[in-house]
């Protein structure tokens, strides 16, 4: 079992509509979650961050924490092409020294 | 600035030959990481640097790869020897450490190709 694990995809959903992204974590010990963009051939950027459970706005994005049942969620309102990417959620929990383990990100397409 | 930034942002080497690369963080950030990340999967841990101190190395991170962070700013990544294998984008994070968070920011990557 991964220790973040994400539906590959791809999620297809047109212009307009919400996209729903889905994340699951193995360690209970697990603090915080982000989720990251990533442009094909780009590298990561930080969209999001969340540490409590319930939800976070900003934006057209909200992120939803649920630790009870190791899950989090990102929603994307009135979705544009320009969104279309694939998204990380990565897992970070202080052991030792923080470490942030990353999901193998889910793909997205937003169609015109 | 002042996004993390890495040079060289390409790198085609032949199988055998020693490559490094730099990472330049976000000033006053004390924390930087590094990242191999493959087509189709998420960035993987290799090592992290609590200012100048190395103190976590993933076990990919073989014998052939080294990394330092001399004065506790900008950090190079050392690959001996290179394989096929190690074919990848190499990333590097900084982030300005809390007790319990930790966000990171990327820089633009470098890609490294062995032939």
């Known amino acids: 079992q991964k220790e973040v694990e994400q539906n590959s995809g791809p999620l297809s959903v047109p212009e307009g509509a919400i996209a729903s992204l889905n994340c699951t974590y193995s360690?209970?010990?697990?603090?915080?979650f982000f989720w990251y963009r990533q442009y094909s051939g780009k590298s990561p950027e930080l969209i999001m961050s969340i540490y409590s459970n319930g939800d976070k706005e900003d934006g057209r994005f909200t992120a939803q924490l649920n630790k009870a049942s190791q899950y989090v969620s990102l929603l994307i309102r009135d979705s544009q092409p320009s969104d279309s990417a694939t998204y990380l959620c990565?897992?970070?929990?202080?052991?030792?020294?923080?470490?942030?383990?990353f999901g193998a990100g889910t793909r997205l397409f937003v169609k015109a | 600035d002042t996004g993390v930034s890495q040079d060289p942002r390409h790198k085609i080497t032949k199988r055998g030959q020693n490559v490094t690369f730099r990472c330049d963080p976000i000033?006053?950030?004390?924390?930087l990481y590094w990242y191999r990340q493959t087509l189709g999967q998420g960035p993987e841990f290799l090592t992290y640097?609590?200012?100048?101190?190395?103190?976590?190395k993933s076990r990919l991170l073989s014998d052939r790869f080294s990394a330092e962070r001399p004065k506790g700013s900008f950090s190079t990544l050392e690959i001996q020897r290179t394989e096929q294998g190690d074919s990848a984008m190499y990333l590097c994070?900084?982030?300005?450490?809390?007790?319990?968070?930790?966000?990171?920011?990327f820089g633009p990557g470098t890609r490294l190709t062995v032939l």
């Open positions: 640097f609590q200012n100048e101190a190395q103190l976590e």
């Open positions: 360690d209970r010990v697990s603090q915080s």
């Open positions: 000033s006053e950030h004390n924390r």
């Open positions: 990565a897992a970070g929990r202080w052991v030792g020294g923080f470490k942030t383990i």
């Open positions: 994070a900084s982030s300005l450490a809390g007790l319990t968070t930790d966000t990171q920011y």
